[in-house]
């Protein structure tokens, strides 16, 4: 499906570098936002403007556009996303997080892609940074992982080019006419804030194309209290979707978590009073944790991360699981 006519597609003439504003949504000043400041300073773009828009004042380099957005309490990354965009001149906007860094030709090569006149938006990899803790790339090895993030891994680590509905906000490079035609962003939430966007911008006949190679460094959160809050808030989140953005949230993989959690804790409890039920969950646990291990080590995680891949999956899966139904089961979500 092609985008309406009505909508504004000029592009540059041939020889042109289209300008790109870069927008960052700082939630506070930290060591992992000036990492991703200073990889956004290096990129290798003649034209990028950077745009920092925060709830607080942050000192800031003076090339770099600071907007506050004078809200009394914290807002959150999409509002800031769209305060940034009426603040930003560039012809397409690069959305990153605040812990993500990107490559230096992240900018270039989603600006050749997008030379095709039907691609609203280019998503890249969010991978896990070189430099990361142990902890941290533990929490990495679940999402890069089939056992952890199943058909959808490719979205933090390089995989097949396809075209996609709906796709993190670490990594998202839109045209400017595509997200002004959707209106931005356009809501409050914060966890999924992306899958409205993206749901607009594909319902208004724009493309959003992945791309392995327009690739992204994202810090993760380390296991496992940090790690599994942010699980739970995405399985809230995407529960509540269901019944919100039903498009593209109301999928058999998005159900699996709790769906397992439900077989597990069932079989847990026939333990409690029957010897072959216990049996079968022992024999269910070991296969699950050798097969994990297993498959950790194929995917190229050190030992020790595969090691402790299967109970950081386990864990991660049941959170999901569980505030999944919750907000299958909330009646409205503000955030």
Same mark, same amino acid.
């Given at each position: 499906m092609k985008p309406s006519s009505k909508l504004s597609t000029a592009h540059p003439a041939a020889g042109e570098t289209p300008p790109v504003s870069v927008i960052?949504?700082?939630?506070?000043?930290?060591?992992?936002?000036?990492?991703?400041?200073?990889?956004?300073?290096?990129?290798?773009?003649?034209?990028?403007?950077?745009?920092?828009?925060?709830?607080? #004042?942050?000192?800031?380099?003076?090339?770099?556009?600071?907007?506050?957005? /004078?809200?009394? &309490?914290?807002?959150?990354? /999409?509002?800031?996303?769209?305060?940034?965009? &009426?603040?930003?001149?560039?012809?397409?906007?690069?959305?990153?997080?605040?812990?993500?860094?990107?490559?230096?030709?992240?900018?270039?090569?989603?600006?050749?892609?997008?030379?095709?006149?039907?691609?609203?938006?280019?998503?890249?990899?969010?991978?896990?940074?070189?430099?990361?803790?142990?902890?941290? @790339?533990?929490g990495g090895a679940f999402y890069e992982?089939?056992?952890?993030?199943?058909?959808? #891994?490719?979205?933090?680590?390089? /995989?097949?080019?396809?075209?996609?509905?709906?796709?993190?906000?670490?990594?998202?490079?839109? @045209? @400017?006419?595509?997200?002004? &035609?959707?209106?931005?962003? /356009?809501?409050?939430?914060?966890?999924?804030?992306?899958?409205?966007?993206?749901?607009?911008?594909?319902?208004?006949?724009? @493309?959003?194309?992945?791309?392995?190679?327009?690739?992204?460094? &994202? #810090?993760? #959160?380390?296991?496992l209290r940090r790690h599994l809050a942010q699980v739970g808030n995405v399985g809230l989140h995407r529960g509540y979707f269901v019944k919100a953005y039903p498009q593209t949230s109301f999928r058999p993989s998005y159900f699996l978590p709790s769906l397992g959690t439900v077989v597990l804790g069932g079989l847990a409890l026939a333990a409690l009073v029957n010897g072959r039920a216990r049996t079968m969950l022992g024999l269910a646990v070991g296969a699950y944790y050798v097969g994990g291990f297993g498959l950790g080590l194929a995917e190229g995680d050190e030992p020790s991360v595969a090691l402790a891949l299967p109970a950081v999956a386990l864990a991660s899966h049941v959170t999901y699981g569980i505030n999944f139904v919750r907000g299958l089961l909330t009646s409205r979500l503000e955030r």
């Open positions: 960052i949504p700082l939630h506070r000043d930290n060591p992992g936002f000036r990492a991703c400041l200073a990889g956004c300073l290096a990129l290798d773009y003649p034209t990028v403007e950077i745009v920092v828009v925060s709830d607080e #004042r942050a000192e800031l380099p003076a090339d770099v556009k600071s907007v506050i957005t /004078g809200a009394s &309490h914290d807002t959150g990354p /999409g509002e800031k996303r769209d305060i940034g965009m &009426h603040a930003a001149s560039g012809e397409y906007f690069a959305f990153i997080d605040d812990d993500a860094i990107p490559r230096p030709d992240w900018l270039a090569k989603a600006v050749r892609l997008l030379e095709d006149q039907s691609i609203g938006a280019v998503a890249g990899p969010g991978v896990t940074p070189a430099d990361s803790t142990w902890a941290e @790339r533990a992982s089939w056992l952890g993030s199943g058909p959808y #891994r490719y979205r933090f680590r390089p /995989g097949k080019s396809r075209d996609v509905d709906d796709y993190p906000a670490y990594n998202l490079i839109v @045209r @400017r006419s595509a997200a002004e &035609h959707v209106k931005g962003w /356009g809501t409050g939430f914060y966890g999924g804030e992306d899958t409205v966007i993206c749901l607009a911008l594909v319902e208004a006949g724009w @493309r959003i194309v992945y791309a392995p190679d327009v690739v992204v460094s &994202h #810090r993760r #959160r380390p296991v």
